[in-house]
T-cell receptor
Framework: AQKVTQAQTEISVVEKEDVTLDCVYETRDTTYYLFWYKQPPSGELVFLIRRNSFDEQNEISGRYSWNFQKSTSSFNFTITASQVVDSAVYFCALSEALAGYSTLTFGKGTMLLVSP | KAGVTQTPRYLIKTRGQQVTLSCSPI?????VSWYQQTPGQGLQFLFEYFSETQRNKGNFPGRFSGRQFSNSRSEMNVSTLELGDSALYLC?????????????FGPGTRLTVL
């Protein structure tokens, strides 16, 4: 069965530090998508990035970067030069072709606290 | 384009009551999914509706049900509320096409059961 593990429950950093959030997934499907969502205190899930299982090219977008490695079933997320506004809960999620992509399996989330 | 809207935003109920939550998807989207978020279990998939039909269902008891109307708006109902049903209920909409399509989440309805 599909599973997403975010081993880090909470991370605290000081502003301007770099921080990496870890995500490990399990799936029997060969075609799937991986996501990162951000949930600020307001509660709404904000989409950050999507990667499909055939695209291992890593990406940098501003202060955000992602490292997808199928060999280790990991999809890690890095924020460089963190800011107080980055404080939120971050979720990694998996969507499988076998399930018609209609469901998302989420990890438990990592709470990131960025202090001034 | 208006985003996903959920009503009400907050609800307080007592054990044994029932509750109905509403979700209006993004215009043109035909798929609506519901998720429950609790501190203990995290985010869990409840069910997905596409064109008024339930297409997928998570592992929740029959007290949790839903429906979708012809305008794609969806409601979920929880009967005989239990304390453990206290949660943030999130709705997500997508186009629902066979190939991958992004899910957009609403702000959620926070349900408190006393």
């Amino acid at each position: 069965a599909q599973k997403v593990t975010q081993a880090q429950t909470e991370i605290s950093v000081v502003e301007k530090e770099d921080v990496t959030l870890d995500c490990v997934y399990e799936t029997r499907d060969t075609t799937y998508y991986l996501f990162w969502y951000k949930q600020p205190p307001s509660g709404e899930l904000v989409f950050l990035i999507r990667r499909n299982s055939f695209d291992e090219q890593n990406e940098i977008s501003g202060r955000y970067s992602w490292n997808f490695q199928k060999s280790t079933s990991s999809f890690n997320f890095t924020i460089t030069a963190s800011q107080v506004v980055d404080s939120a809960v971050y979720f990694c999620a998996l969507s499988e072709a076998l399930a018609g992509y209609s469901t998302l399996t989420f990890g438990k989330g990592t709470m990131l606290l960025v202090s001034p | 384009k208006a985003g996903v809207t959920q009503t009400p935003r907050y609800l307080i109920k007592t054990r044994g009551q029932q509750v109905t939550l509403s979700c209006s998807p993004i215009s043109g989207h035909r798929s609506v999914s519901w998720y429950q978020q609790t501190p203990g279990q995290g985010l869990q998939f409840l069910f997905e509706y596409f064109s008024e039909t339930q297409r997928n269902k998570g592992n929740f008891p029959g007290r949790f049900s839903g429906r979708q109307f012809s305008n794609s708006r969806s409601e979920m109902n929880v009967s005989t509320l239990e304390l453990g049903d206290s949660a943030l209920y999130l709705c997500a909409s997508s186009s629902g096409l066979v190939s991958y399509n992004e899910q957009f989440f609403g702000p959620g309805t926070r349900l408190t059961v006393l």
